[in-house]
T-cell receptor, first 115, second 112 residues
Framework: EAGVTQFPSHSVIEKGQTVTLRCDPI?????LYWYRRVMGKEIKFLLH????????ESGMPNNRFLAERTGGTYSTLKVQPAELEDSGVYFC?????????????FGPGTRLTVL | EDKVVQSPLSLVVHEGDTVTLNCSYE??????LLWYKQEKKAPTFLFML????IEKKSGRLSSILDKKELFSILNITATQTGDSAVYLC????????????FGQGTRLTINP
């Protein structure tokens, strides 16, 4: 069974540009999470989808970040326009049933560098 | 604000040694404590601890949770170079999104 996959693995863009990150969760997992690790800090929650609906987006830093999950399968996280402080590693995770305290399985992350 | 603190931040030992990694938490609506191992890319799941005082084991790794004192430990016995990694501790919440609140991680290096 394939794990959580993310694309691209690394993206280098200039300040002011737009970047879109993609996450494909484990098949059958309705719950999809985005997290971010800024250098030197801990991994922090961004938002949570249940199928195509946003359950909680309390961790989204500002309105330059837009997450979507059309059709309840893969998700995209767009940063527009990117700023220097957006650099970091963006992780995606998925779980089957959080009400049952199911484990979240993580993807390899996308390293975003904003110059 | 919910917080998870891990110690030490970095640890270097020789192969064969036993190590103990610590994780303390202050998480409202706490449900469970998770440990992950991160080598190069994806954090990989190790343990989920929900009940206090019940040890979970997987080979040379074991972990236990103390919900009264709000901490957990991860033990690795007879360490091997392949155990070198960043070990992450995270608390999960009962309500809402069940998001994970992570600690900073402990970077463990095993020297041959």
């Amino acid at each position: 069974e394939a794990g959580v996959t993310q694309f691209p693995s690394h993206s280098v863009i200039e300040k002011g540009q737009t970047v879109t990150l993609r996450c494909d969760p484990i098949s059958g997992h309705d719950n999809l999470y985005w997290y971010r690790r800024v250098m030197g800090k801990e991994i922090k929650f961004l938002l949570h989808f249940v199928k195509e609906s946003k359950q909680d987006e309390s961790g989204m830093p500002n309105n330059r970040f837009l997450a979507e999950r059309t059709g309840g399968t893969y998700s995209t996280l767009k940063v527009q326009p990117a700023e220097l402080e957006d650099s970091g590693v963006y992780f995606c995770a998925s779980s089957q049933d959080p009400e049952a305290a199911d484990t979240q399985y993580f993807g390899p992350g996308t390293r975003l560098t904003v110059l | 604000e919910d917080k998870v603190v891990q110690s030490p931040l970095s640890l270097v030992v020789h192969e064969g040694d036993t190590v103990t990694l610590n994780c303390s938490y202050e998480v409202t609506n706490f449900r469970s404590l998770l440990w992950y191992k991160q080598e190069k890319k994806a954090p990989t799941f190790l343990f989920m601890l929900t009940s206090s005082g019940i040890e979970k084991k997987s080979g040379r790794l074991s972990s236990i949770l103390d919900k009264k004192e709000l901490f957990s430990i991860l033990n690795i016995t007879a360490t091997q170079t392949g155990d070198s990694a960043v070990y992450l501790c995270a608390g999960s919440l009962i309500q809402g999104a069940q998001k994970l609140v992570f600690g900073q991680g402990t970077r463990l290096t095993i020297n041959p």
